[in-house]
Every structure is written in structure tokens, then in C-alpha cells.
């Protein structure tokens, strides 16, 4: 039988994993940062972060933007 690295709550809530990994990005990458809030729409924001590795469905990237970042101001206008 395989074992997965995944934690049970990923393996749940894949998408949790993937917000948490956007979270470190912005913290650790200000370009990064700065492009993501200067996207236009949820669609051109999902797309910068998948050209980083990070898969993130436009819905949960949208409910979560202004939580993103510290302060509860919204990652991009959105």
C-alpha cells in the first residue's frame, strides 16, 4: 500500500496547501508581490501564480485575497 506525503487535511483541502504556498511567495518575493496586485482580474491573477507552480482555482484565489497578505487589504483589486 502507498503512503502519501501529504498531510490528511491537504489530501482534504488541496487548496489549502496551495493558498499557503502563495502566502510564502508574497511574503518572500516582493516583484512577485507587486505583479500580483497590479493583475486585473482573478483570471490573469490565477494565471501569474500557476506560471509559479502554484495551482489555484480563480474561486478560492478570490475569497481568499484579502487574507493573502497581512492587514486584510486585498492582494489586487481583483
Known amino acids: 500500500m502507498a503512503t502519501s506525503d501529504l498531510a490528511a487535511s491537504d489530501a482534504q483541502n488541496p487548496s489549502a496547501e496551495s493558498l499557503h504556498q502563495l502566502k510564502e511567495l508574497l511574503q518572500h518575493d516582493p516583484v512577485f508581490a507587486q505583479n500580483l496586485r497590479s493583475t486585473a482580474s482573478t483570471d490573469e491573477?490565477?494565471?501569474?501564480?500557476?506560471?509559479?507552480?502554484?495551482?489555484?482555482?480563480?474561486?478560492?484565489?478570490?475569497?481568499?485575497?484579502?487574507?493573502?497578505?497581512?492587514?486584510?487589504i486585498p492582494t489586487w483589486r481583483g
Open 45 to 72: 491573477a490565477v494565471k501569474l501564480v500557476a506560471a509559479h507552480g502554484i495551482v489555484v482555482t480563480p474561486e478560492a484565489l478570490w475569497r481568499h485575497r484579502g487574507t493573502l497578505v497581512s492587514g486584510g
